[in-house]
């Protein structure tokens, strides 16, 4: 397979990762260099690359890992961070963007990566993927890391839609518990409400029906519900998968990006300090590269749309090519598991089961 007449990535039995190649802050060199640790960390990766043929070719070639790996779609246009959605939507069909996610609607690729514009990404991926039917509003999840064994919890919506009712945030239950299941490899997550507090008679209206909802779903789903939890509890070994709207969510994902870049500049101004401090960092090193690892948003870089007919991973548009790397990690584990045909189907069975319940329930206070 080459860069310029591959097409057999699929029949060579290669998980087919279609990435946008423009999107990112740093340019496609980034996204270039994150493709090739990828393919030199796993050989059942194969790529289709979107963006302007020569450029990216020039850059794939310089790259020994990717030879063979890559097919290079031609895309001329780019979509800017400042583009709005319903602009994308009117002028975007050559963009490397809209090229990606039609490769993954056509089965070429088997899950689309971007460092691009988050909401025209999914106004895009809505638009040509379509959503899993019984599915009102779709979510971003994203990985988070935490004291639990496996390293992560899982937390969505993290910025897909500001709005949430009480049927969305069982949506949410549902599809964040399959994420878990798939790419964390978590038999029975136990999800866990995001609220002001963990009795029951606080918060919104929604959050308390959402709760009641959730109870009943558990009842039949592979999925453990430990009820409402708390800010605090994001990062513990209490859940697995923590729900909350996209507003909520998104300021808290931003927070803690920004927590963890604090502590990573207050550790190198204090061990630069003084003299003995500096020593105290040379015995220290190994220590520290370990917590720098351990917090370090690179290794949890990638937003999953979940909901849609097809996987869409989100990278940071910052993201440098670990990020990228982590997120294309990401993508082929979510692709390997067979994730949006396991989502669909957990959704359709636990939600006709809920209206079933809510239907009986229903009946019976009318009797």
């Not at 105290?280 to 690892?293: D, E, G, N, Q, V």
Request: with cysteine; proline share 3%; hydrophobic share 45%.
């Amino acid at each position: 397979m080459t860069a310029t007449a591959p097409h057999n990535a699929k029949e060579a039995g290669l998980t087919v990762i279609s990435v946008d190649a423009m999107g990112g802050d740093r340019g496609p060199a980034a996204v270039v260099a994150g493709m090739a640790l990828s393919a030199a960390q796993n050989p059942e990766i194969g790529f289709i690359v979107h963006g302007p043929k020569s450029e990216l070719d020039a850059l794939i070639e310089k790259r020994r890992e990717l030879a063979g790996r890559c097919e290079v779609r031609h895309a001329d246009g780019v979509v800017a961070m400042t583009d709005k959605p319903s602009h994308v939507m009117r002028n975007g069909k050559n963009t490397s963007m809209w090229s990606a996610i039609e490769a993954v609607r056509e089965g070429a690729a088997d899950v689309c990566v971007s460092c691009g514009n988050t909401g025209a990404l999914m106004a895009v991926s809505m638009v040509r993927l379509r959503k899993i039917e019984g599915v009102n509003r779709p979510a971003i999840a994203c990985l988070w890391p935490s004291r639990n064994p496996h390293g992560f919890n899982v937390m969505l919506d993290v910025g897909a839609d500001i709005r949430a009712d009480e049927g969305d945030l069982l949506q949410y239950a549902l599809m964040g518990a399959s994420y878990a299941r798939n790419g964390l490899g978590l038999e029975r997550p136990r999800i866990g409400l995001l609220n002001v507090g963990t009795e029951e008679h606080k918060g919104r209206a929604e959050l308390k029906a959402a709760n009641d909802l959730i109870t009943e779903a558990a009842k039949g789903a592979n999925f453990d519900y430990i009820g409402f939890v708390e800010g605090g509890d994001i990062p513990s070994a209490r859940v697995d998968v923590i729900v909350t709207d996209g507003f909520t969510g998104n300021i808290a994902l931003k927070t803690g990006e920004g927590t963890a870049s604090l502590i990573r500049d207050f550790l190198r101004e204090a061990f630069r300090a003084t003299p003995l401090s500096k020593i105290a960092a040379l015995l220290a090193i190994t220590s520290l590269r370990r917590l720098s690892k351990r917090i370090d948003p690179r290794r949890v870089n990638g937003g999953v749309f979940l909901g849609l007919n097809g996987t869409v991973v989100k990278s940071h548009g910052s993201a440098d090519a670990t990020g990228v790397s982590a997120a294309i990690k990401l993508a082929f584990t979510l692709a390997q598991s067979g994730f949006t045909q396991r989502l669909a189907a957990r959704v359709a069975s636990t939600m006709v089961a809920v209206q079933d319940n809510l239907e009986s329930s229903g009946s019976g206070n009318t009797e």
